[in-house]
């Protein structure tokens, strides 16, 4: 249930074209990826980075947070405080679908801030609602409680009938995680009839789907059947095929409980299709699944690997850990019936670390449900207590006695359990440290000496020969200080673990010049700061951005017979620095033609170690440091260039 619930919830906070159809989103991210993306006005790039953010929530949670961080550059550029707030919203849904919780509250409340100050009522029942997800996500319930409850609140102020509904709804999704079955359902009921008395079909069948599901929890199967048939027969009729989808793989799951394997496996079959025909990315992961295991059940293992061995495919892109776990549980089974007994085990023992994961989260959930439960059954036990005479006060304060005692007791055992599993926690988390330390020391050692490479150490000497043999002594000369002054800061800065913008830039110009020199001024290329950069006094980690240049220089440029263009930008972005690297050469699709042709393809060392790099440096700051590469495109579709945008930390003196 908690999986649809997200999407339903985040469907519902989306306002900004959550609608727009597959073919104009293509089209919207065709023409932000070609330089005619860059003639558009400020406003009309925010609107289309939301857009194409928006559209990515349910299946590229990287590239929501990328696109939105974009549309949030331009935003406070403008400025544009709906936008900013847009664009922080979809950062923190990117987060919260990634179980990065304490980020994705971060960026709700700096959405909630500047929501406040424009007075955007519908806006702020949104950040509460979403930071209401977070809070129950991490089994918070009071928390999760309160903020619906400042949406329902402020919604009921406003008389915006849909808005409460959304929030009675959400109330009623955290009483059930909070095993509070009865009031979750009066929720449910209270936001159905509101909905019905709005007449929105969907979010019936939506509702009624949800219905269902608790019956299940509550063993109520033929109930919760009624209630999948319902649903399914409102959403097609009022054409939602999410709602459809959801039906289909309900129904199949009461029919796999039965051993109705021939209804379970048709109804999984018309929940692929739909998945599959609308991209609907989970759907079509949990239809496989259950599909595999439906195979299993009837004895043909070997139909239900392919699915299994796809689910699990697409599981992993999606980080999704609770269908990562059915997939693998699946894998194991199958496995085991077809003899391959090592794939097996290696299947099993994924399928355990990631069950002992989930089991340590709903521990910390079971936890905190416990704790909220005791202190409610304690402050009504007291209100009861004030209302009796003395000989049941007197009894009532022994039996009081009797569970403090009890009580400390196993406060005491979890104490001392959660002191246990904090000493293990922080030997991990010390030898974790420890092994990266080691692999960061290690990438900067491959890193120097992808660098210093031997190849391009010999090919600037024979330049510098060259230039000797035709009595060119000056630019013999002026080539050597060139290399010697590379050599030199690559050496000192290798020392360092931040260094200067300024003589990073230095270190790219020398770099660039020297292959200008090299090359017959084959090419030219600009380095630009951004204004709101101190590049003196702004350090980022040294050598990130070089193997870029390096790979736009020998797989783009120089493949190209007209001169050619590098341009180089570093803008910041709260604590982030974005270094932007796009070259006007032949695009990597002609490269890798071009260079298998002659038998020289390769993968850059410099761009696999400056990625392990990224991650070491995300792992130690909890952060997401990362690159991504653009294929560009001119107005007639054809390939014009690469750009690289590089996510690296900085330090501010």
């Known amino acids: 249930m908690k999986t649809f619930v997200c999407v339903l919830l985040i469907n519902l906070a989306i306002q900004f074209s959550a609608n727009a159809q597959n073919s104009r989103i293509d089209s919207i991210t065709a023409l932000m990826n070609s330089p005619a993306g860059e003639s558009l006005t400020d406003d009309a790039r925010m609107k289309n980075y939301l857009t194409i953010a928006s559209s990515n929530i349910y299946s590229n949670f990287e590239q929501t947070i990328m696109f939105a961080r974009k549309a949030l550059i331009i935003a406070r550029q403008i400025p544009n405080q709906r936008g900013e707030a847009m664009a922080l919203n979809f950062i923190g849904i990117g987060f919260s679908n990634q179980s990065r919780h304490d980020s994705a509250l971060s960026y709700y409340r700096k959405a909630q801030d500047i929501l406040l100050q424009i007075h955007d009522t519908v806006g702020i029942i949104h950040t509460y609602n979403n930071m209401g997800i977070v809070y129950n996500n991490n089994g918070n319930y009071q928390q999760s409680v309160q903020n619906y409850s400042h949406a329902l609140e402020m919604a009921k102020s406003q008389g915006n009938i849909e808005m409460m509904a959304f929030s009675i709804n959400n109330l009623a999704i955290v009483y059930y995680e909070w095993q509070q079955f009865q009031l979750a359902m009066e929720y449910y009921d209270q936001s159905l009839a509101l909905i019905r008395q709005l007449g929105d079909s969907a979010k019936i069948a939506v509702l009624l789907n949800n219905i269902g599901e608790l019956y299940v929890e509550t063993g109520k199967q033929e109930e919760a059947l009624k209630n999948f048939q319902e649903a399914l027969s409102i959403s097609q009729q009022s054409n939602s095929p999410k709602t459809t989808m959801n039906a289909h793989l309900n129904i199949g799951d009461y029919h796999l409980l039965k051993r109705n394997f021939n209804e379970a496996q048709n109804n999984y079959h018309k929940a692929l299709e739909i998945g599959e025909a609308n991209n609907y990315p989970l759907g079509i992961v949990g239809a496989n699944i259950k599909l595999a295991q ?350 690289i945008d590089v996510l690296m930390p900085c330090e501010v003196e």
């Open 294 to 643: 439906v195979l299993i059940e009837t004895g043909t293992a070997d139909d239900a690997l392919p699915l299994a061995s796809e689910g699990l495919r697409m599981a992993l892109k999606l980080q999704n850990q609770k269908l990562i776990i059915d997939a693998r549980h699946i894998l194991y089974l199958i496995n085991q019936k077809k003899g391959n007994f090592r794939e097996s085990l290696d299947q099993f023992v994924a399928y355990t670390e990631l069950q002992d994961t989930l089991f340590n989260q709903n521990s910390r959930k079971d936890i905190a449900r416990l704790r909220t439960e005791y202190e409610t059954d304690k402050k009504e036990k007291e209100i009861v207590l004030l209302n009796q005479d003395k000989a049941i006060q007197s009894l009532e304060i022994g039996r009081q006695k009797s569970l403090r005692i009890y009580t400390t007791l196993l406060a005491i055992l979890i104490l001392l359990a959660g002191y246990l599993m904090y000493n293990r926690y922080r030997l991990r988390q010390k030898n974790i440290k420890t092994e990266l330390e080691r692999m960061n020391v290690d990438i900067e050692q491959r890193l120097l000496r992808s660098q210093m490479s031997p190849h391009f150490i010999f090919n600037s000497l024979n330049s510098i020969n060259s230039f000797i043999v035709k009595n060119d002594t000056k630019s013999a000369q002026i080539f050597l200080t060139k290399f010697s002054e590379l050599i030199r800061l690559i050496l000192e800065n290798s020392r360092k673990s931040m260094i200067s913008i300024e003589d990073e830039i230095k270190t790219l110009q020398l770099n660039l010049e020297i292959e200008q020199l090299r090359f017959n001024d084959r090419f030219e290329f600009e380095i630009i700061a951004g204004q709101e950069i101190d590049t003196a006094n702004t350090y980022i980690p040294p050598m990130l951005v070089q193997p870029f240049v390096e790979n736009a220089l020998i797989h783009g440029i120089l493949h190209k017979k007209e001169k050619g263009l590098i341009r180089i930008h570093f803008t910041m972005e709260s604590s982030a620095i974005h270094a932007i690297v796009k070259d006007n050469g032949v695009g990597r699709e002609k490269a890798r033609t071009i260079e298998h042709a002659n038998f020289k393809a390769h993968e850059s060392l410099g761009l696999q170690l400056t990625k392990e790099r990224l991650l070491l440096l995300g792992k130690k700051s909890n952060n997401d440091y990362q690159y991504t590469i653009t294929d560009l495109t001119d107005v007639n579709g054809s390939a014009s260039g690469t750009m």
